[in-house]
């Protein structure tokens, strides 16, 4: 079973950039899509952005034109670029596949001045 491993997270100013790493310990070219989820204290995980394999992507409204998913089916990879960070982007980060598989330890990304 596909197995996710998440990193690239950490604390950044407001204005600033992080790139999310998330390795799969097997193969992803066979996922119908790739997603990123997020989960503040007190709510509900929540869908950022989604990536099927013929490149449609479908991003949360709060992070359209700041955040950028992909993937690198070589490497098992999928990446979140995040730009213009915000206060209210502080959250775990967690990524997957479609069909899911089991959820990974996630990534702390904190913005804050």
């Known amino acids: 079973q596909v197995r996710l491993v998440e990193s690239g997270g950490g604390l950044v100013q407001p204005g600033g950039s992080l790139r999310l790493s998330c390795v799969a310990s097997g193969s992803i070219f066979s996922a119908n899509a790739i997603s990123w989820y997020r989960q503040a204290p007190g709510k509900q995980r929540e869908l950022v952005a989604l990536?099927?394999?013929?490149?449609?992507?479908n991003y949360a409204d709060s992070v359209k034109g700041r955040f950028t998913i992909s993937r690198d089916n070589a490497k098992n990879t999928v990446y979140l670029q995040m730009n213009s960070l915000k206060p209210e982007d502080t959250a775990v980060y967690y990524c997957?596949?479609?069909?899911?598989?089991?959820w990974g330890q996630g990534t702390q990304v904190t913005v804050s001045s």
């Open positions: 997957n596949l479609v069909p899911r598989v089991p």
């Open positions: 990536r099927t394999n013929v490149a449609s992507t």
